[in-house]
Every structure is written in C-alpha cells, then in structure tokens.
C-alpha cells in the first residue's frame, strides 16, 4: 500500500482553509494548511508536498506569485487554484504558468477532488 499524498492547502480564509482541509483528510489526504504562501515556503514540509492547492487572491505573496517563485526555483508540484473572484485574465495566466486547476468559490467538493485526482495522476506520470 502506497503513502497518501500530502496536500498543501494555502488560503488567507481561516474557514476556507479549515473546510478544504477536512474534505481531503477525509478523502485520505495528508493535509497541510497555511495560511499565506510566505508561510508555505518556510515550512519542512515544503519538499514532501505532492499538490499544492492556495487562493489566488492573498495579502502579501499571492498564489500567482508563489506557483512564480516556486517555479522559477525548479520546484514543479502541481498547483490548482481557488479564487472568489474568477476573472478569465487571472484564470489564462494561472494556467500559462502551469496550473491543474482554477476554481471559482464556492465550488462543489468534487470538482476540487476531481482536479486533485487529475493533478496527483500528472505528478505520478499516469495519464
């Protein structure tokens, strides 16, 4: 039997934060949660998260911002993104810059696990 992947969950929103975080650990997920990309990045758990799912829209760093850095430091874990304020400009270049997923809040549950199934199977090369 596998290890179950480990989950990041970055969002500003202490009640979006929580509930993300109690769907995927009952769904079998590690979940770590933060609440800002700067706090993401000073974590230990940073080198064993298998998806990062963060707001788009957060004081300080944003998850535009963090999926930049992240990448632009060689790290390529999969990224979806969850936003209360969907704009197409955002969404294109969410994804340009290699996002899974792009969700608009409130979503229904299995549309995020849906684009974390997606996301886990491309970390893991399946497709």
Known sequence: M?????IAVIDDDAAVRAATRNL????????????????????PELQDISCVI?????????????????????IRTPFIFMTAFPDDQVRARALKQGAIGFLAKPFAPPALVSCLDQALKRESGET
């Not at 596998?2 to 480990?6: E, I, L, R």
């Not at 963060?54 to 060689?74: E, T």
Request: proline share 4%.
């Open 2 to 6: 596998s290890a179950p992947s480990v």
């Open 24 to 43: 995927l650990i009952a769904r079998g997920y590690v979940v770590h949660a933060f609440a800002s990309g700067e706090d993401f990045l000073r974590s």
């Open 54 to 74: 963060a707001d788009v829209h957060m004081p300080g760093m944003s998850g535009l911002d963090l999926l930049a850095h992240m990448r632009g430091n060689g």
